[in-house]
């Protein structure tokens, strides 16, 4: 005779894994800052795959079953972490991809639902304490500069060296300032991508049907490119609420082009059967040099008129 597990049990059970995965994942990323950085990022996988693999019930009881859990073992500040940076894309990338819309899209969508949620969380903590969160990011970015300096004034850096080392990093701080709201967008779409690659490798390993489409055949809308052009433009405006709106609008448009232009590569790298010593090679000359990402951006863009990835015809002799 053979045993049949029950459906409900095996739900229980799927809970049970999915909140222990996820809230070992989380506090990984809140008591270890810089190792725990990287399974911080896939703290909405467990609660995405299992939404996948039984329903949207049994999702929306991990993510419920992990709130409770971390409610208990930390404070509340940590729980509204939690939900804003890892619970809404746990339950919002994997009802996407049930619902067939695949990779890009399901992303896209995702990274939309966060952010407002994201927004509204940040005008009720405003409105209800009365703070100001321009304010408060300012604060944090500028005592994040104080205590790197004194870092390296502990380390030995000391006269002009340290005061230049300090100039940059009052003018990287302004930076963050002025485009943060572009660098969470892209942050947020980063960590998304980052999980639906995850599930994919795990579907893909335990049979789980899903959809989630080509990499290598990505491509931007073609309207996108007006947005990209009045962005540019928009830097020109004398108003200051202009300029930082077109600022951070062709930040996140043009990352959009350059994940286009790594499909762009990446279908270059397939069709000519590049070594994966070279890939890692050009993988890591784009973190050293950040400027090749604006160089793939470029790429991105012209694909539009190019057209890279289609077959070329082949005329008669």
């Not at 062709?250 to 059967?273: E, K, M, P, T």
Request: hydrophobic share 55%; with cysteine; aromatic share 10%.
């Amino acid at each position: 005779m053979s045993l049949q597990v029950n459906p409900v049990q095996g739900q229980i059970l799927d809970v049970v894994k999915g909140s222990v995965a996820t809230v070992t994942l989380f506090l990984a990323f809140v008591y270890f800052p810089v190792l725990g950085m990287i399974p911080g990022f896939f703290a909405p996988v467990p609660g995405a795959y299992y939404t996948l693999k039984s329903g949207r019930t049994v999702g929306l009881l991990v993510l419920l079953a992990s709130s409770a859990l971390l409610l208990a073992l930390s404070e509340p500040t940590l729980l509204l972490v939690y939900l804003l940076q890892a619970g809404v894309l746990s339950l919002a990338l994997p009802e996407f991809l049930l619902r067939l819309k695949g990779g890009a899209r399901s992303v896209v969508y995702s990274v939309a639902i966060n952010l407002v949620v994201m927004l509204a969380a940040a005008l009720l903590y405003s409105y209800g304490t009365g703070i100001d969160l321009q304010a408060k990011v300012t604060k944090g970015v500028q005592s994040s500069i104080a205590q790197t300096v004194q870092l390296y004034q502990k380390a030995g850096v000391t006269g002009e060296e340290l005061k230049a080392m300090q100039g940059s990093m009052q003018q990287a701080g302004e930076l963050v300032l002025t485009i943060y709201p572009a660098l969470v967008t892209v942050s947020l779409a980063l960590v998304a991508c980052m999980n639906l690659s995850v599930l994919a490798r795990i579907a893909a390993r335990v049979r789980l049907p899903l959809y989630v489409g080509d990499f290598k055949k990505y491509r931007n809308p073609e309207p996108l490119v007006w947005l990209l052009i009045a962005s540019g433009f928009g830097m020109l405006a004398p108003s200051t609420p202009v300029y930082l709106v077109s600022l951070n609008v062709l930040i996140v448009v043009g990352a959009l082009y350059s994940v286009q232009g790594f499909a762009v590569v990446s279908h270059y790298f397939r069709r000519f059967q590049v070594p994966m010593f070279i890939r890692l090679l050009s993988a890591l000359l784009l973190v050293l040099q950040p400027f090749m990402v604006l160089v793939v951006a470029v790429l991105g863009v012209f694909d539009l008129w190019g057209d890279f990835r289609s077959p070329k015809k082949q005329e008669n002799l």
